[in-house]
């Protein structure tokens, strides 16, 4: 992964959840832009979300760039929220980047910004602990009110 000179450490740390059935996808989400088009947003997460999202269909390429990229849809409703980066082409990996490979539709999702410990300030991504308890990830710690709300 290259972050060159890319500072993420600021950034806020977001729950991501389904807009079609509310479900927590990831606790590990962080508001970001396509690298081969920034005017399009999206979330994307570090760590394969667990029990929350599956691979559906094939893999597929870009016009913009090289990347093997395969759509994501959420166990519970069906529906696709995005897709996972099963191979990143060389220019993205030296372009400016995260090192998140699952990515997150935002006509599909919405993000909560997660609290730090004292439940009072956002937790940041300099602040996340790198691999966190699988528990946490796949949002069995996480209310589905938070993402009702």
Do not use: K
């Given at each position: 992964m290259s972050t060159g000179s890319c500072s993420f450490k600021d950034r806020c740390v977001s729950i991501l959840c389904c807009k079609f059935c509310k479900q927590v996808l990831s606790s590990r989400g962080m508001k970001a832009v396509l690298l081969a088009?920034?005017?399009i947003d999206l979330f994307s997460t570090d760590i394969p979300p667990t029990n929350t999202v599956d691979l559906i269909?094939?893999?597929?390429?870009t016009e913009i760039c090289e990347c093997k990229l395969k759509d994501i849809a959420c166990l519970k409703c069906g529906n696709i929220v995005g897709y996972h980066?099963?191979?990143?082409?060389?220019?993205?990996l030296l372009s400016c980047n995260n090192?998140?490979?699952?990515?997150?539709?935002?006509?599909?999702?919405?993000?909560?910004?997660?609290?730090?410990s004292t439940?009072?300030?956002?937790?940041?991504?300099g602040n996340?602990?790198?691999?966190e308890e699988s528990a946490d990830e796949d949002g069995s710690d996480i209310?589905?009110?938070?993402?009702?709300?």
């Open positions: 088009d920034t005017e269909g094939r893999c597929y390429f980066v099963i191979v990143p082409c060389c220019s993205c090192g998140h490979f699952w990515m997150f539709h935002s006509q599909a999702v919405y993000g909560i910004n997660r609290l730090d439940g009072v300030n956002f937790l940041l991504w996340l602990p790198e691999i209310s589905v009110e938070e993402c009702i709300r």
